[in-house]
């Protein structure tokens, strides 16, 4: 996978199903963590789309 075809995924997975609005409407009820749970999503969807093999 190169780094165009990578952004070109991201990309569309953004305008589609908007993640971005959807990341941010998220919010942590059970306790303080020091990491934003957009970011630790993000993680989570880039490793499940870099696992997915075509």
């Known amino acids: 996978m190169n780094k165009s075809y990578l ?3 991201l990309t569309y997975f ?3 199903y908007h993640l ?3 990341i941010n ?3 942590k009820k059970r306790f303080k ?3 934003e749970i957009s970011t630790i999503t993000f993680i989570v ?3 499940f789309m870099l ?3 075509s």
Do not use: C, D, H, Y
Request: aromatic residues 10%; charged residues 25%; hydrophobic residues 40%.
């Open 7 to 9: 952004k070109q995924m």
């Open 14 to 16: 953004s305008k589609v």
């Open 20 to 22: 971005g609005e959807k």
């Open 25 to 27: 409407t998220l919010n």
């Open 33 to 35: 963590s020091p990491f």
């Open 45 to 47: 969807l880039f490793a």
């Open 51 to 53: 696992q997915i093999r």
